[in-house]
């Protein structure tokens, strides 16, 4: 799939009263918006730490367009000394969020300083970071996985000076994860997006037939009604947007098959996926696993340990094999 066509499928939700929509005019898409709301992620910050919080405790940090131009599906937000970073996934989870989260951090950070001088000797206070991935995609997951910006370093050392751990969290309606039951605003969302992708299973409803019928559902079962009628129409735009970019993602993911990897990883990609299983392979650990731990088809781990039997540890052979 070429980028002009996956820049086509992106641009197909950002219209809004037929003009289209800049990407700093579109702001946010559902879930930030709604958690944007100091209540809102008040609640969430309950429901994951177990610790009361006010809303007139949280201040939003959000950034404007870091982790994905087409739409910002990132959430920042500050409260009782800690400073939680939250991504929304409904594509293919990306193996490179604890990078890009380092990334995010520091120049939050640099928000949050602003002009305070880095360089005086008396310690700076700053808030604890706390990083989530929140997924509610199609693909099967695991209710809980931790991602590891070490799992990407070429050179493994038992304790890397510099570690950022990223916690996945299903939530899918039918994990029935504990934040769906202690969060009403996530529990309400993942059903609202349950509905819609309920009405697509059929094959036979487009998304904006889906969207509206689940925006009227919504209203007359009182569930995610409140944010509904707040946003009005604006909710269904947002929401063309976001099914719009995720499938281009998706699509363009899967179509790779013909750059030589089932999946479609691009090059670089694709000799990071090799490095990671290369070095557990190294270091005795079963194919089903590596699998696990890195959240990839077992079909594709299986062909990466074939191609490492055949060819020894050096990764480049191993590369070369694959792409045979």
């Known amino acids: 799939m070429t980028e002009d066509r996956t820049k086509e499928l992106a641009k197909a939700g950002t219209k809004k009263g037929g003009k289209e929509v800049s990407n700093r005019e579109l702001k946010s898409d559902v879930f930030t918006t709604l958690f944007s709301k100091p209540e809102n992620a008040a609640k969430l910050y309950t429901a994951l730490s177990g610790e009361e919080a006010a809303p007139e405790e949280i201040r939003i940090t959000t950034l404007d367009g870091v982790l994905f131009l087409a739409r910002k599906n990132d959430l920042g937000f500050t409260v009782k000394g800690r400073m939680l970073v939250i991504s929304e996934h409904q594509s293919t989870v990306n193996e490179n969020m604890p990078l890009r989260s380092v990334l995010y951090y520091g120049r939050t950070m640099e928000k949050l300083l602003q002009d305070r001088n880095l360089y005086r000797e008396k310690r700076l206070p700053i808030p604890t970071p706390e990083f989530y991935m929140f997924y509610n995609g199609r693909k099967e997951m695991p209710e809980e996985k931790v991602l590891k910006l070490s799992d990407g370093y070429i050179a493994k050392t038992q304790e890397p000076m510099l570690e950022l751990k990223v916690k996945l969290i299903n939530i899918n309606l039918p994990t029935g994860h504990r934040l769906l039951q202690e969060c009403l605003p996530l529990y309400e969302y993942s059903w609202f997006i349950e509905r819609i992708r309920t009405y697509l299973q059929g094959g036979d409803m487009d998304r904006d037939t889906a969207v509206t019928l689940a925006v009227q559902d919504s209203v007359r079962e009182g569930i995610f009604a409140d944010f509904v009628r707040e946003h009005g129409t604006e909710v269904q735009n947002m929401l063309y947007t976001q099914f719009n970019m995720d499938d281009a993602l998706e699509v363009r993911y899967e ?44 079909e594709e781990i299986d062909r990466i340990c074939r191609a490492y039997e055949e060819c020894g540890p050096e990764e480049a052979a191993v590369l070369a094999k694959l792409e045979e």
């Open 255 to 298: 179509e790779g098959v013909e750059d030589g990897m089932e999946r479609g990883m691009e090059r670089g990609e694709r000799r990071l996926l090799v490095h990671q299983v290369c070095g557990k392979l190294q270091m005795g650990e079963a194919p089903e696993k590596i699998a696990a731990d890195l959240l990839t088809d077992r």
